[in-house]
């Protein structure tokens, strides 16, 4: 049965954190329109179930990542200025089409490419979307943002690296692919129902000063695309947007004790899967620097809807898990927000755990040696 229901609140509010010590206020707005459609998703989607791996599957699945691997190979690239249509972004296109376009699980890569009018005149802005098979119904899909916030040239000389914001996330979903190659190939030859996809936008950030329609270009303009586009191919009544099981964004990401929390009922479970797997990973001495088996992921903490590229997708239903840390990191849209403030032993945690969730929600085992100890 469909019970479709639509509200809408516009209340521009200031909303402590639930989290910190300190009393950082985070500017927040409630989507303008959220749409709750429970006849949106199959019943396939809804009732998704994720397998639990063994810990020598996981041990076997963690083989591969690789911090120092990641640092070198896709996030010191990333760490340039790459505002919208600047040669920093071009670059860092080039970089992540040809990181995907290296491995051996065949991904798709696609382009979405347009020219906006912004406060500075029109600028071209690209989203690259990549597919781990195009022809599957279901998507789970991984999003950060590529470009850096512009500042203007009075700041000539310091170049704003946007480590966190968001070089790091992106670094991640790279680093995902890679060290997850072997399963993830073997999972789209013997999968045809549920994928992977990782979308990364151009033009989060307000040029000048954000507004509605001085931020989120890239994440607009593709909600808008895949909300037109027939999916599965030649559908007449379902388009890309039903595709998507869940939407997970990842933003701000890599500085020091990062909590997570709940900002939609609706993915609760997803969370709580997460804080599942950190202590899951804890208990098996996986993470460094984490003398708690909780410190990230706290579904039962609610957070304020905070304005990022999840809202054109939100208020087209589609269902969304937000990992983006409650209060922000510091540096935050500072010159401070770069390599040197990363936090090493925080971004190779998360990548563990995010790599367990991506093949626990896929159902994607890895083969396990016969001798695990063995295991590279
Ligand atoms: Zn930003």
């Not at 206020?25 to 409630?30: A, I, T």
């Not at 000389?157 to 997850?180: H, K, N, W, Y």
Request: aromatic share 10%; net charge negative.
């Amino acid at each position: 049965m469909c019970t479709g229901a639509t509200t809408s609140a516009a209340d521009r509010s200031h909303s402590a954190s639930f989290f910190g010590n300190h009393l950082f206020q985070l500017e927040v707005k409630r989507s303008a329109s959220t749409h709750f459609v429970s006849c949106f998703f199959g019943p396939a989607q809804l009732h998704h179930r994720a397998i639990t791996l063994t810990q020598d599957e996981i041990r076997t699945a963690l083989s591969h990542t690789d911090l120092e691997q990641m640092w070198q190979r896709d996030l010191r690239p990333l760490l340039v200025t790459r505002y919208p249509g600047s040669a920093g972004s071009q670059a860092v296109q080039e970089h992540i089409k040809t990181a995907l376009g290296s491995l051996g699980a065949g991904w798709d890569v696609a382009e979405d490419t347009f020219v906006s009018q912004t406060p500075y005149g029109p600028l071209p802005f690209t989203n690259l979307i990549a597919t781990l098979n195009p022809s599957a119904k279901r998507r789970l899909v991984l999003a950060c943002h590529y470009d850096s916030k512009y500042y203007p040239p009075q700041w000539h000389g310091r170049e704003f690296q946007g480590a966190t914001d968001s070089a790091v996330p992106c670094a991640m979903m790279l680093e995902l692919a890679r060290s997850l190659d072997e399963e993830l190939k073997a999972h789209k030859n013997f999968s045809s129902n549920l994928t992977l996809q990782l979308l990364f936008f151009d033009g989060e950030e307000a040029l000048f000063q954000w507004t509605a329609a001085d931020s989120l270009y890239g994440s607009r303009h593709l909600a808008q695309k895949m909300e037109a586009t027939a999916h599965p191919l030649g559908a007449t009544d379902t388009n890309q947007l039903h595709g998507i099981d869940l939407f997970v964004l990842l933003d701000l990401i890599g500085a020091a004790d990062p909590r997570f929390g709940n900002q939609f009922p609706s993915t609760t479970p997803w969370l709580s899967r997460l804080q599942s797997i950190e202590k899951r990973l804890h208990s098996m001495n996986q993470l460094v620097e984490h003398p708690n088996s909780v410190q990230y992921f706290w579904p039962n903490h609610h957070v304020g809807h905070v304005m990022d590229d999840h809202i054109p997708f939100l208020n087209r239903g589609v269902r969304v898990l937000h990992l983006i840390p409650s209060p922000f990191p510091s540096v935050w849209h500072t010159f401070d927000d770069n390599e040197q403030n990363l936090d090493r032993s925080t971004i190779q945690n998360l990548n563990k755990i995010l790599q367990v969730f991506v093949l626990e929600y896929l159902s994607a085992r890895p083969a396990v040696p016969s001798d695990p100890q063995s295991a590279p």
